[in-house]
């Protein structure tokens, strides 16, 4: 019988960069925060004497063999497993793929849940406990939000082996990022919020923007020290600001996928988000590297915003608006549908000689991330 998983998108509510390190890799901050939009991983798995493994995809661009980061995830965990598996990967890409949604690593940590779940394997069995992960950051005050069970406190350790957005996938929700990204920490939720992704048809090479961004380093004179006391101070800051975001009272789960009306966060309670202050003061690094290399992203950017002529038809502005990972998927929060919807059609309109994949979503709490995944 087979068990079909859904493969949330990501986005970064900020993205903060150090300087490379020695071994070639860079320290960066960042929140990461799951969306309902997904793809759809399905696998069978059964024991075998032997293991083999098979992937079969939809896109004829994702690749089907050990490349692939599900295969790699799927292949890592029957090891770990000491359990031998014939195995069958099947995933429906709804997601752009390089996007900076992290639309390869959701399928990695779906693979992996589709394939514990085959195998009726517990993710309370680990032999490590949760304060493996909460011992990479001091932020023992959120010990008991963290949802990770002692189980998969080990599963996000193989998949940092995997690849660095995947550890995130295993927590979901509001992450905090520490490292290259694979050392993770829930934050409080806030509530589901409108989401507007907006991704042109062009690539952005992250090792290139890697690459740009050490060239900047380098002129603006930024040194290992002080960059490691910026990384740090942010990562406080984003803590601070998250503890305790979510309101308690009235809390309804998302949809994990299928957008209903909701409640919008206009009207005299105050959206969380906007609580938190980061709205304010967030940033993407990344911004400072590709923007000049592309343009085009820079004025998507402000047509999310709503930063342009407000007498113009339609306008509305964003809580937020950014360059998620190092792109070229961008997106906006905002406080109601009818502002999401304003905001997509301000983008379309803008950009109307360049084919754009634009998709209202909202964003997913950690409780209905996994309250959604496995699909009925």
Known sequence: MATTVRS??????????GVPRAD???ELTTVYQTLEVHDLVTVTARPASTTSIRLTTNDPRVPTDPRNTAWKMVSLALAEFRSPAEVLIHIEKRLPI???LGAGSGNAAAALVGLETELQVSRNAGAATAETVLSWLDFKQFAENTGIG?????????????GSDVPLFLVGGAVLGRGRGERVFPLADFEPTWCVLAVPPLGVSTPQAFRDWDALCATEGLTPDASADRLERLSRAYASAFAGAIPQDGQ?????GVLSSGKDLAGPVESALVRTGITRWVENDFERVV????????????????????????????LLASLSGSGS???GLYKTRGDAEAAKARVEAGVKDMRIQCTVTRTLSRSAYWQGMLQK
Do not use: M
């Open 291 to 318: 923007f000049p290399q592309q343009p085009i992203l820079c004025d998507i950017k402000r047509l999310l915003a709503g930063t342009g002529n407000p007498e113009a038809a339609g306008h509305s502005t964003s």
């Open 24 to 26: 070639g890799f860079h």
């Open 98 to 100: 390089q996007g900076g």
């Open 329 to 331: 998927a961008l997106f």
């Open 150 to 162: 002692d189980g998969a406190a080990r599963q996000i350790e193989w998949a940092a082996k995997v």
């Open 252 to 256: 309804r789960p998302g949809s994990s």
């Open 8 to 17: 949330h998108a990501k986005i970064n509510l900020g993205l903060y960069i």
